[in-house]
């Protein structure tokens, strides 16, 4: 059996670490078992989340939704993606027309494969991540953006992940591709496992022998994995 699981919403809340008693369980849990991460976020910003001892101790990371691959603290593979000048003015000029009042900087930020674009900026502090969120849920930004991107550069893909943010990467490069690599049977954590989530392709590759779980955050799946997966 292969555990995958999302990193941001799944094993710890939005660009949050994990919990002490989660992280404690979570090792002495991946003993023995084959488990994977794939993540929107890059290596640094995994490990600043869940720790080192988490991340190299998985068979492998897959890291900007598996454009970053590394496998026990070794990088083995990387995308190279160079953002187009049209897509990055179309994305400052989608930053410059958002009604969202704040801005903290940080809007358009560059990784292995992909590009991350938040209307706030990354740089924004807690409580405006919680406050965007739900503004977007109101407003339907993220969803508005990205349908427009996708109509207007056919040949990349965007999609919502994490709570401010969107995803950037060449059509097909997103989390479905790491599916082969890691093989079936598979059980899949994620929370954008919507249509318009960066989980949503992976989970559209699963098999009849595969399972996913659409969690709500890190209680649902330290809740779910002790109740069907610790024996």
């Avoid at 660009?15 to 993540?39: A, H």
């Avoid at 890291?63 to 000048?85: E, K, L, Y």
């Avoid at 801005?103 to 292995?112: A, P, Y």
């Amino acid at each position: 059996m292969n555990y995958v699981f999302d990193v941001d919403g799944t094993l710890t809340y939005a660009r949050k670490e994990m919990t002490p008693d989660f992280k404690s369980w979570f090792i002495k849990w991946m003993d023995g078992k084959n488990v994977y991460l794939v993540t929107g976020s890059d290596r640094p910003k995994t490990i600043e989340q869940i720790g080192n001892e988490i991340v190299d101790k998985c068979n492998m990371s897959f890291q900007c939704c598996g454009n970053d691959v590394w496998r026990h603290g070794m990088s083995i593979a990387q995308t190279n993606f160079t953002v187009p000048d049209d897509m990055e003015g179309w994305l400052q000029n989608e930053l410059q027309n958002s009604t969202y009042p704040n801005r903290w900087g940080n809007h358009i930020e560059k990784r292995v494969g992909l590009i991350n674009f938040c209307v706030p900026g990354r740089n924004l502090p807690e409580e405006a991540r919680d406050h965007y969120f739900h503004w977007d849920k109101a407003m339907n930004e993220r969803l508005d953006i990205s349908k427009r991107f996708n109509e207007k550069f056919p040949g990349f893909e965007a999609s919502i992940g994490g709570n401010t943010s969107l995803d950037i990467f060449m059509a097909g490069r997103n989390k479905a591709q790491v599916y082969n690599t890691i093989g079936t049977p598979m059980v899949f954590f994620g929370d954008r496992c919507e249509t318009t989530g960066n989980d949503f392709p992976l989970v559209q590759m699963l098999k009849p022998t595969d399972t996913f779980y659409h969690v709500t955050g890190p209680d649902e799946t330290f809740t779910l994995l002790k109740e069907k997966y610790s024996g």
